[in-house]
Nanobody, 128 residues
């Protein structure tokens, strides 16, 4: 089982930027599709972005497209989420996850049940 630890969440003003990191405990991280999800109070966990094993493919939720960028550095067993033009509605706990399941395209990795290893989350708060 891969242990995942998120970091980088903090309080930021609207329009600001943050970079989240997700450090994995195993080198096998490079063999998994990885993704970011978020959960706001009283809401279900929602998909943010996903990235293929070799970074060739990415997928984003419409709400973050053109503002957030997912990336990974397999040599460092780390995934990132660069967030720009942050809005108050981006406020949530952000979770990273990896999937050991094989689907045909990156577009299938957009719901929580398709992931089987999760981090504990990092809080992002965007003030207006």
């Amino acid at each position: 089982q891969v242990l995942l630890v998120e970091s980088g969440g903090e309080l930021v003003q609207a329009g600001g930027s943050l970079r989240l990191s997700c450090a994995a405990s195993e080198r096998t991280f490079s063999t998994y599709v990885a993704g970011w999800f978020r959960q706001a109070p009283g809401k279900e966990r929602e998909f943010v972005a996903a990235i293929s094993r070799n970074s060739a493919s990415t997928n984003y939720a419409d709400s973050v497209k053109d503002r957030f960028t997912i990336s990974r550095d397999n040599a460092k067993n780390t995934m990132y989420l660069q967030m720009t033009s942050l809005k108050p509605e981006d406020t949530a706990v952000y979770y990273c996850a990896v999937s050991t399941v094989m689907f045909r395209t990156i577009n299938y990795y957009n719901v929580p049940p398709r992931y089987n290893n999760w981090g504990q989350g990092t809080q992002v708060t965007v003030s207006s």
